[in-house]
T-cell receptor
Framework: GQNIDQPTEMTATEGAIVQINCTYQ??????LFWYQQHAGEAPTFLSYNVLDGLEEKGRFSSFLSRSKGYSYLLLKELQMKDSASYLCAVKPNDYKLSFGAGTTVTVRA | DGGITQSPKYLFRKEGQNVTLSCEQN?????MYWYRQDPGQGLRLIYY???????QKGDIAEGYSVSREKKESFPLTVTSAQKNPTAFYLC?????????????FGPGTRLTVT
């Protein structure tokens, strides 16, 4: 089976930085995705990593270490609209995404 | 505007009834997926289809059925055999199934069975 772990909840202050960790143990690895999901809405794509290293996209960055089975999503200059659930998903093979349970981030003023 | 539509947003049914959830996409994507989301759990794959007239079971297919007669449509039927059907159901599509293709999600249908 696939095992993907991420913290359940995190709280941070507006303007701060938050790092959401994701560790995985999967039968294969064809890439790691991060999605953002606001309550009751569809997940939206944030980032994709398949090689080790850091991918930066505006205020959001995602890091991958394949040897450690580890990724993180870094959210900088937090805004109230960043309050959402962040889903880590691994593609163990070509067709399937396996999701972690998600991390709920609450941004406080 | 290209996208995925799911209808209805909220659906209520009595136990013992089959119910069909609609999913339509106009992104011209080959692959389509159905997920179920429960509180405190990750999305779990019910069925997926890589091409018209073909579909495969995901991790939790029992009590569900699908069809893929048209490229743009992938309806999901929740049958009375599904023991815990109350959940948030998400449909997704992707341009292909190889590793870099992200999945685009519809707005979801929240099904409540009493």
């Amino acid at each position: 089976g696939q095992n993907i772990d991420q913290p359940t909840e995190m709280t941070a202050t507006e303007g701060a930085i938050v790092q959401i960790n994701c560790t995985y143990q999967t039968s294969g690895f064809n890439g790691l995705f991060w999605y953002q999901q606001h309550a009751g809405e569809a997940p939206t794509f944030l980032s994709y990593n398949v090689l080790d290293g850091l991918e930066e996209k505006g205020r959001f960055s995602s890091f991958l270490s394949r040897s450690k089975g580890y990724s993180y999503l870094l959210l900088k200059e937090l805004q109230m609209k960043d309050s959402a659930s962040y889903l880590c998903a691994v593609k163990p093979n070509d067709y399937k995404l396996s999701f972690g349970a998600g991390t709920t981030v609450t941004v406080r003023a | 505007d290209g996208g995925i539509t799911q209808s209805p947003k909220y659906l209520f049914r009595k136990e013992g009834q089959n119910v069909t959830l609609s999913c339509e996409q106009n992104l011209n994507h080959d692959a389509m997926y159905w997920y179920r989301q429960d509180p405190g759990q990750g999305l779990r794959l019910i069925y997926y289809s890589q091409i018209v007239n073909d579909f495969q079971k995901g991790d939790i297919a029992e009590g569900y059925s699908v069809s893929r007669e048209k490229k743009e449509s992938f309806p999901l039927t929740v049958t009375s055999a599904q023991k815990n059907p109350t959940a948030f159901y998400l449909c997704a599509s992707s341009d292909g199934t190889s590793s870099s293709y992200e999945q685009y999600f519809g707005p979801g249908t929240r099904l409540t069975v009493t």
